[in-house]
């Protein structure tokens, strides 16, 4: 299991499907997972810290958890099977609850718990990470690469 930081909530522009984000930086690898607009709104909300008039389904469990006197020790992403991300809350007394990786999330952040995820899933599910500045600068890098001509590299003098 390797740390990873929930980056946040995306919509893809090509397919508009709804992803969050987990940072490995370690790897310099970030694991999308595709979720649905209601739990995008929930894991957004919390990052936020947006208040909900009533309590919505995450923040019930969180107080639920603290009503019985139990924490939230971390989150575990510990499989992916047919696209489909698995995790496991991770709690105090020593219990592990099966959950999907949404709500897992979702409580994670309203918890301010870590989020675990396994290494062979950040290697087979993760993506490189490029900030904005290395991209533009590789596409100038291409940009000069496709112009160049042997006579920009010759001294002046040297003729």
């Not at 995450?58 to 991300?85: K, Q, S, T, Y």
């Not at 709690?91 to 675990?116: E, F, K, Q, Y």
């Amino acid at each position: 299991m390797v740390p990873v930081e929930v980056l946040g909530v995306r919509q893809q522009q090509r397919d508009q499907e709804i992803v969050v984000l987990l940072l490995d930086s370690a790897a310099e690898l970030v694991v999308p997972i595709v979720i649905g607009p209601r739990e995008a709104s929930a894991i957004a909300m919390a990052q936020a810290g947006m208040p909900t008039p009533r309590p919505m389904t995450h923040d019930l469990l969180r107080d639920l958890l603290d009503a019985v006197n139990v924490r939230l020790d971390r989150v575990e992403i510990v499989a992916l099977e047919n696209g489909i991300f698995f995790a496991e809350l991770v709690l105090s007394n020593g219990i592990r609850l099966d959950s999907r990786a949404s709500d897992a999330l979702a409580l994670a952040v309203r918890t301010v718990s870590p989020v675990m995820c396994s290494a062979e899933i950040v290697a087979l599910a993760g993506v490189e990470v490029v900030d904005l500045a290395q991209k533009k600068e590789m596409e100038r890098f291409k940009d000069f690469l496709d112009h160049v001509t042997p006579e920009d590299f010759s001294a002046s003098g040297d003729e």
